[in-house]
């Protein structure tokens, strides 16, 4: 999220926008990521219980993702026109649990949403917060597509860090014995 | 009989514990940054300059792009040798080590269930666990995935199975 760790309230629907997947760009993701037989043209797709071409579930996903990439960009935009400064997100750290639950074929407008269902500051990285996400997605019809959740961080505004933090961080800029100090990456 | 995967390892031809080897891909440049401007605009994923000073310490692929480029491996090594009825989800995806540029991946899949539909004879749901390492042999990402498999016995239902032996061609008692 691009609002500060203090401003997220938890349940409360973020809308990520719609996407109207084509049979060309179902296709084009297949070819590269997922050529499963349903997933292309001319493979025999129509033999599939899909009965037809079906969309990869990555690809609606990642999708989906772009969606919120575009849709946090735009609220850090609205932010900054508030004369706001917007928070920060930081890198996704996983998925628990991601379920597709409907196909999605050409013609077909996904619309996907973000909640976040619960918050907690990180224990081991200072300053940040831990948010567990939940994205789901439904097509034109209100039919779930995929229900999702996913660990994500955000920075807290109001964070001081420790004294003994501080020492530490000054510590690991000097060359040489910052290496020695900075917990290694496991 | 569905043509496609007539040929094909059915559910009954699967079994717990096996592991199937994945191929092996490069990630370019080129690569990620179309994946990136298409699906993850983030600026450390599109501009060398920027990745350098972020977090990332360099150009690295979309954690995204990662999890589809596994995909590409396990659909070459095993979901098209098998009769896949589509996947189901993914579960404990964890992104361990950023994949840099020019970094290449490969892993392993081993089959950790096998269960028979209870609603739909025709398919067993199928899970894998997948780990994927660079070439340092640094784990870069893993999950488990959940997939459908057509079975060659789709009139056997599976909460109908008696406890003696049974004719599976006619579904009686023998």
Redesign the interface.
Known sequence: MTRWFEDITIDEAFPLGSHTFTEAEIVRFAE???????HLVG??AE????GGL?A???HV???G??KM?DALAAEEDRLRGLGQQPGESG??????????KS?VRPGDTVTYALQVSAKRPSNSLPGWGILTNQISAVNQRGEPV?HSELIGFSKLRDFKMPLRLRILEALTNIPGLGKLLRPK?S | M????ADRRHFEDLALGEVIGLGQITVTKEMIVSFAR?????PFHLDEEVAKKS?LGGLASS??QT???T??LL??AF??QIA????????????K?PVMKNDSITGSAKIIELRRSQHHP?WGVLTIEIDIHNQRNQPVMS?KLANLVETRTPDLIAHEQPAQPYDVETGHKS
């Open positions: 590269d990521y997922d050529p499963q037989y349903f493979t025999g033999h599939s219980h899909f079906i990869s579930g990555w996903v990642v999708t993702h772009r990439v890198p996704g750290a996983g998925v628990n649990q991601m379920e597709f196909p995929y990456r | 569905n043509p496609i995967t298409e699906f993850d605009p983030f977090l954690g995204w999890a589809a480029l995909l590409r659909t070459d979901l098209n896949s009825a589509g996947g189901l989800g993914f579960s404990d995806l964890k992104w080590r025709q999950m």
